[in-house]
């Protein structure tokens, strides 16, 4: 079947655009011909610096043919409703067919030729195409992301005649812009294109661009006896910037080695889009750099080595200056300007943050094994590095940087790892600290800004995560996971409210003593004061206090009434949000949507202890005795739901010495009091595998109780002992788990 080829041609995209773009006209182009009717074989789309291609094989000629039938008003409706339905088909009611007395409309499309709706969907795509950031360019009105200079439009090799803002389509595109021809050139189908493209010295598949950077890169080191250092995120971006990409390996001063490592990788990544090397028989970087050029140079590259070595240095040289002038300034003085920068306006500013962290890591230090003095220190300076001069250049070394100049000051190497490591983990792919005293502030500083937000309502909704809130909620649950902290959420949730809370006391307490000033003065008294929580809040109510001596009384009850809608803004909405993520979390890692039900429940907050419920739970049932005592569950549970709705359950102890008693259920009423015993003893030491198997004990007297025993006897006295023992079976089964959630 025929072949269609597009390419957008213009000039340079940004790297960091293009993929994106692919994906859009994929699926632009995709939308408009299904809604033509068209089907195809393969759809292919490609993105480099100059151009956007898409090739779709398997194209028909032409939309087939579609009978439609539209369902119309009865034909009891009022005559508006018919006539309506008439203009919107376009028919007449002489057209229409009457069945089961409604009107139907059978309405026939002709299918379209696929050269016009292909022609009429690429003005559509060009014109609304979702470009981050796009430009008009010279007299006309159209927009695109850098000026468009042509458009190949060929089906089955032949033009597809459209004209877009002066641009007319054709079959002509060019090559590299330095390295090519120089002259445009007419191709007649993909392989064509292709093909003369790269004898062009073009490669449209990003694919082929990465694998000629590693390949060329592979053969530049191993020549100096050096490897590469991997890096993704570079690599997707270089292959982005060169149609042809040429690996040459360069040479920088040794003396910047001396730098942290990262410090010298950021420089050549971020200013100069450079990978660095190593040598892999010593420790650390090598003294060089790759760069990935745009041609093939004549001399191999040597002349562009020198050039950029010499950017490089420049780039090192201002790095060196911000590690030497920041060692003279150390942490004090950092800690001071972090009282003039604002963190949040209702939150008050870092240094405000630093205390509220600096209080919870102290708090959480004992319960990971970390020492207390050595966790409130690490939080004292974790933030301080945000202050720095290296920071202020490359914010992607906050904590690392930290790091560094905390052990070049003498503080002790776990106080150091924890302000390097601090913020880890920041995603799925991010390694968990393991640390004790990096686990106390890595928790608490993600612990605060969870609090924080919740108690001004600043929660995620739907896709909006303004302040990354789900990530930092999984920070929490892989840090407590993956470390064991077997802790209960809400007493540090609570703690940490009342701290959020104390902070405004001491903002209204401060501007109290200030009530001899005007409310302007006693404004940005508050402002300058050290605590600036909650500025705007506390502001207002001191403009609205009487000078007299009950001021004080009421900016105390104005603070305890905040302190206790902060409680609730935060435990209330944030531990079911933790858990929430929870759910997310071991779901993707295959856990079962009903086991994670029946453990979770509305006054869950142990993390750990959740997870342990469930694996147990779900080792139980994979046994025959789980799997048969589920069974049982569920037949007493549907018991003992019909009951209750002809009304109240009887209650009280189950007897086990009546008359003509059945002994499976004497058996039964034994072990469901023998299990209650067990489970109770195994949940007080959270032994979830030994409340299971407690549990397993009472599959065989539920099963004989079953087989043996009428539970809707004749006799009232019986018939209520049995729900009285069904009732005490399932409220055993349910200490451990809801197994009314479990499906099966």
Excluded at 177 to 195: I, Q, T
Excluded at 471 to 477: E, H, N, Q, S
Excluded at 638 to 655: C, F, M, S, T, Y
Excluded at 695 to 717: I, W, Y
Aim: net charge negative.
């Amino acid at each position: 079947m025929p072949q269609l080829l597009l390419e957008i041609f213009s000039e340079e995209i940004p790297a960091r655009m293009q993929q994106g773009a692919a994906r859009d006209l994929e699926r632009m182009v995709s939308d408009r011909l299904k809604a033509a009717g068209l089907t195809w074989e393969a759809l292919t789309t490609y993105a480099g610096p100059r151009r956007l291609t898409l090739v779709i094989d398997g194209l028909p000629t032409a939309a087939a043919d579609r009978n439609e039938e539209v369902k119309g008003p009865k034909t009891s409706a009022p005559a508006q409703a018919l006539e309506g339905f008439l203009r919107k088909t376009a028919l007449t009611q002489d057209q229409l067919v009457e069945r089961d007395g409604i009107w139907f409309a059978e309405i026939s499309n002709k299918g379209r030729q696929t050269t016009e709706v292909f022609a009429e969907a690429v003005d559509q795509i060009v014109r609304s195409f979702p470009w981050p950031k796009s430009m008009r360019w010279g007299t006309g009105t159209l927009r695109w992301v850098r000026p468009i200079k042509r458009i190949i439009a060929l089906f089955d090799g032949a033009v597809v005649p459209f004209e877009i803002d002066g641009i007319q389509s054709g079959d002509v595109t060019e090559g590299h812009r330095f390295m090519g021809s120089g002259k445009p050139f007419a191709v007649k189908d993909f392989a064509d294109y292709r093909a003369r493209l790269e004898r062009d010295f073009v490669l449209i598949d990003v694919a082929d661009r990465k694998l000629r950077i590693l390949d060329g890169a592979k053969v530049a080191c191993a020549a100096r006896g050096l490897v590469l250092v991997d890096d993704d995120g570079l690599l997707d971006e270089v292959a982005g910037l060169a149609e042809w990409p040429t690996p040459i390996l360069g040479d920088m001063d040794p003396q910047f080695l001396s730098l942290p490592p990262e410090v010298v990788r950021l420089s050549m990544k971020v200013h100069q889009k450079y990978f660095a090397v190593r040598d892999p028989s010593k420790d650390g970087l090598a003294p060089n750099f790759l760069v990935v050029a745009n041609v093939e140079a004549t001399d191999g590259g040597q002349a562009l080595a020198a050039g950029n070595s010499r950017v490089l240095s420049a780039r090192l040289n201002d790095a060196r200056f911000f590690w030497d002038e920041d060692q003279k300034v150390g942490f004090d003085a950092w800690n001071k300007k972090l009282r003039g920068v604002t963190f949040h306006a209702k939150l008050g500013t870092l240094d405000d943050r630093v205390d509220r962290i600096a209080a919870l890591a102290r708090q959480i230090a004992p319960m990971v094994g970390a020492n207390q003095a050595e966790a409130e220190q690490a939080a004292r300076l974790s933030k301080a590095d945000l202050a720095s001069g290296m920071v202020s250049e490359f914010p992607e070394l906050q904590g690392i940087m930290g790091g560094y100049y905390a052990r070049l000051a003498g503080y002790p190497d776990a106080v150091a790892d924890a302000v390097r490591d601090h913020y880890k983990p920041q995603g799925p792919g991010d390694s968990v600290p393991t640390a004790p005293v990096t686990v106390a502030v890595a928790i608490a500083e993600k612990l605060d800004t969870l609090v924080g937000f919740f108690a001004i309502d600043e929660k995620p909704t739907g896709s909006r995560d303004p302040y990354a809130l789900r990530r930092a909620a999984l920070g929490v649950i892989r840090l407590m996971l993956e470390n064991g902290v077997d802790q209960h959420l809400q007493p540090l949730t609570f703690a940490h409210s009342e701290r959020l809370a104390d902070q405004l006391v001491r903002v209204i307490s401060f501007g109290e003593m200030q009530v001899s000033m005007t409310p302007e003065l006693q404004v940005s008294s508050v402002h300058e004061s050290d605590s600036k929580v909650f500025v705007e809040q506390a502001g207002k109510v001191l403009r609205q206090w009487p000078r007299s001596e009950t001021a004080h009384a009421e900016a105390t009850a104005f603070a305890n009434e905040v302190r206790a809608e902060l409680r609730v803004a935060s435990d209330l909405g944030l531990i079911p949000f933790i858990i929430d993520r929870l759910r997310v979390s071991l779901r993707d890692e295959g856990a079962r949507f009903d086991l994670l039900n029946a453990c979770i429940d509305g006054k869950a907050d142990n993390l750990v202890r959740i997870v342990r419920r469930v694996e147990a739970l779900a080792a139980f049932l994979a046994t025959d005795d789980g799997a048969n005592l589920l069974a049982g569950y569920k037949r007493a549970s549907n018991i003992l739901k019909a009951e209750e709705k002809k009304g109240p359950l009887p209650e009280g102890a189950v007897a086990t010495g009546l008359a003509n008693q059945p002994a499976e259920e004497t058996a039964l009423a034994f072990a469901a009091a023998a299990a209650a015993t067990a489970v109770d003893a195994a949940l007080e030491t959270e032994d979830f595998a030994a409340a299971m198997t407690a549990l397993a004990a009472l599959r065989g007297p539920v099963d004989a109780f079953f087989t043996g025993v009428m539970v809707n006897s004749d006799v009232a006295e019986e018939r209520e002992n049995r729900l009285k023992l069904l009732g005490q079976v399932r409220g055993v089964m349910g200490r451990v788990a809801d197994f009314g959630q479990i499906a099966g």
